[in-house]
Nanobody, 115 residues
Framework: VQLQASGGGLVQPGGSLRLSCAAS????????MAWHRQAPGKQRELVAR???????IYADSVKGRFTISRDNTKNRVYLQMNSLKPEDTAVYYC??????????WGQGTLVTVSS
């Protein structure tokens, strides 16, 4: 399984970005897809996760501002980020998880929130 993330960039505080992640290879159903992020000097943290059927969870820090979604027909997961804050600056990684414990990661896309 290969994951390709895109959509990062430089945005001013209060702005929006939409991240996209395309999965290819041996994709099976019943997976969950997620976005994580890692800021400089900090550990990687879960931002949002979406199950194959659409159930979502979010980190408290992004609730009400970020929305995760997926298109199972295209094997894609998205992260709409609104009302961005400087503390959202990080490298964002997408990943796919299967019930058997297998997990795959993309290469990351940098989001910088700065004026």
């Amino acid at each position: 399984v290969q994951l390709q993330a895109s959509g990062g960039g430089l945005v001013q505080p209060g702005g929006s970005l939409r991240l996209s992640c395309a999965a290819s290879g041996n994709i099976f159903s019943d997976n969950s897809m997620a976005w994580h992020r890692q800021a400089p000097g900090k550990q990687r943290e879960l931002v949002a996760r979406i199950a194959y059927g659409g159930t979502t969870i979010y980190a408290d820090s992004v609730k009400g501002r970020f929305t995760i979604s997926r298109d199972n027909t295209k094997n894609r997961v998205y992260l709409q980020m609104n009302s961005l804050k400087p503390e959202d600056t990080a490298v964002y990684y997408c990943n796919v998880n299967y019930p058997n414990g297998a997990a795959y990661w993309g290469q990351g896309t940098l989001v910088t929130v700065s004026s």
